[in-house]
């Protein structure tokens, strides 16, 4: 895919959830302030919270396809993943601020009864925050965004957000007013749990940690088709955001030329970069066979 493509992409999706996100927060607040809910104002701070959000992924994905230069040869694709790690920072730090709000709430005693419109909100935040994560899950795949995957599962936890919401309203206005500040803690753990995950993704997107096993048998069976390729030697794969990098060691017949060695090496080379489109950069190392 063209950096151009992938930009525009990218910039498109985040554009429309911003502006899902400010109607969705502006709702929530709303209707938990008159409806006297604190779940529901504490789910609006939390889309508050995805507008910021989606703001660094637009800027991660306009950094990360900045080309190689003299002083990043290897590109700028990390760029995103360090993004994504700020993404889950901003993600736990709303679910310490939910947690807060609930347990404060719990510990003064200071419950209301919601009324009817937080119901209406909640069920309209579900099925518009579920809509959002599909969207955006189905854009991160197609262009290879861990930073628009992150916003997406940040999508999802909010939807997950409002459905605790609306089952502590509804509980709430059944004579259960506890579950509405309870329903809010709740969330917030599983929105803490979720944000670890994003962040230990980014993390080994920085560590150079290796392809997952299809992806390397792949490479192996491309390897061994090559004609002139008697073994492999070595192989070594490393994972650069949203890119691969390989690095293998063949063996063929000592006996061949240079010319003939190196030949074999360039079709190992591009046949990897042609056929796996992750792969941003093979490195093929030739070594004479022997038994």
Known sequence: MEVSERLTIGNKISKITIVANIGLSILKILAGVFGRSNALI?????????????F??????????KPADESHPYGHERIEPALTKILA?????????????????????NYQIPEDITIIAAIISIFTKEWMYRYTKRGAEQIESSALLADACHHRSDAFSSIGTLIGVVGARLGYPILDPLASILISLFIAKMAFEIYYEALNQLLDRAADSETIEEI???????DGVLRIDELKTRIHSNKIYVDVEISVNKDLSLIDAHTISENVHSQIERKIKKVKHCMVHVNPYLK
């Open 42 to 54: 504490a789910d609006g701070m939390h889309s508050f919270s995805d507008i910021l959000s989606t």
């Open 56 to 65: 660094v992924v637009i800027l991660g994905l306009k950094l990360s396809e």
């Open 89 to 109: 920072v901003i993600l736990f730090g709303t679910a310490l601020m939910i947690f807060y709000c609930g347990l404060t709430t719990i510990l003064r005693g």
């Open 220 to 226: 192996k069976k491309i390897i061994l088709s090559v």
